[in-house]
């Protein structure tokens, strides 16, 4: 670690090796947690490479629990966390749309950091009980159309560095790092970053990793179209700026979107979406959000009409339909 920290000091990003090696060694318990916080620091100071993230995530995955879904063209739309908003659950509402327009997904979430709820919470919620049996997510995706990865059964490594970012109470490359270790290793994937410069970290990564991607932000700093602002795109085809109006869409205010103050309210609201009783601002960022993910697996779709299979997903009760039939077999 002295090593390590000594090419921090003086400047110098680390390897997709060297943090790879680092992440093996924390796994192992090599370090203790004043010489993991004090990397972190170092690292977040100067800013995360891609290098230094994919690193990082090789250990993770690595060390973690592998599922082999390879053979489904499947998606995964998660953001990073973090951008302090507490939205309610408007990824995972997404994923139950596109589901119900007929798109294998295969989320990754885990309960909530920044937000009073995350996508695990507002499952558990509903009496969904968690798995790492490979046979049981497969076949909840085959005949569901939806399975869920909670984190914590799959990417064993984050336990180990848990004491040293509890600690520390800052964000740190770990931040960043859920979305990208995915245990199916899905092919294809719409992250919500919180700001640009993660939004172009983010595209790098992918176009490394050479994968099926989108990556949005919104330009008020939600890690999701939120639909109170622009935002920008970018997929392995373009990188482009919509408003609201391009999707057909109307502005909303922050408060529209906002999850309430506890975990039961975030799931009222959560229902009501997929229910159909939400208000219009709540229904069209989730329609927004899932065209979106719909358009990173059909390229050859418009916005206008990856938003009208969202929206007829939703209104027609297919994607409430899917997420019934999702409690159901994991209950």
């Not at 972190?40 to 993770?60: H, K, P, S, W, Y």
């Not at 869409?249 to 039961?264: E, F, H, Q, R």
């Amino acid at each position: 670690m002295k090593e390590y920290l000594l090419k921090l000091i003086d400047g110098m990003t680390l390897t997709r090796e060297d943090t790879h090696t680092i992440m093996m060694n924390i796994v192992d318990e090599k370090y203790n947690e004043h010489q993991i916080s004090a990397l972190l620091m170092a690292i977040q100071t100067r800013g995360v490479t891609v290098d230094e993230i994919l690193g990082f995530r090789d250990g993770l995955l690595e060390t973690g629990k592998y599922i082999n879904l390879n053979d489904v063209n499947s998606l995964d739309i998660v953001g990073t966390g973090g951008d302090g908003k507490n939205t309610f659950n408007i990824s995972t509402c997404s994923a139950f749309v596109i589901a119900g327009a007929g798109y294998k997904v295969s989320k990754h979430g885990n309960g909530g950091s920044t937000s009073v709820s995350g996508a695990s919470n507002v499952l558990m919620g509903h009496g969904v009980k968690f798995t790492d049996d490979e046979s049981k997510l497969r076949k909840c995706l085959d005949e569901v159309g939806i399975c869920y990865f909670h984190a914590p059964l799959f990417a064993y490594g984050m336990k180990y560095v848990g004491p040293a970012r509890k600690a520390l109470g800052v964000p740190t490359c770990f931040n960043l790092l859920g979305p990208l270790v995915n245990p199916g290793h899905t092919r294809n994937s719409l992250h919500g970053t919180a700001n640009q410069g993660q939004l172009r970290l983010y595209t790098n990564i992918h176009q490394r990793l050479g994968d099926n991607y989108g990556v949005v932000t919104s330009y008020d700093g939600y890690d999701e179209i939120s639909l109170t602002t622009a935002f920008k795109l970018c997929t392995n085809n373009f990188e482009k700026v919509y408003t609201p109006k391009d999707l057909g869409l109307n502005y909303v205010n922050p408060s529209d979107i906002y999850g309430g103050a506890t975990a039961a309210d975030a799931m009222k609201i959560f229902d009501s979406v997929l229910d159909g009783s939400a208000t219009k601002a709540q229904k069209e960022v989730v329609i927004a959000n899932a065209a979106c993910g719909i358009g990173v697996m059909e390229k050859n779709l418009s916005m206008d009409e990856t938003v009208a299979m969202a929206r007829e997903s939703l209104d027609s009760g297919r994607a409430y339909n899917v997420f019934k039939k999702f409690v159901e077999y994991n209950s």
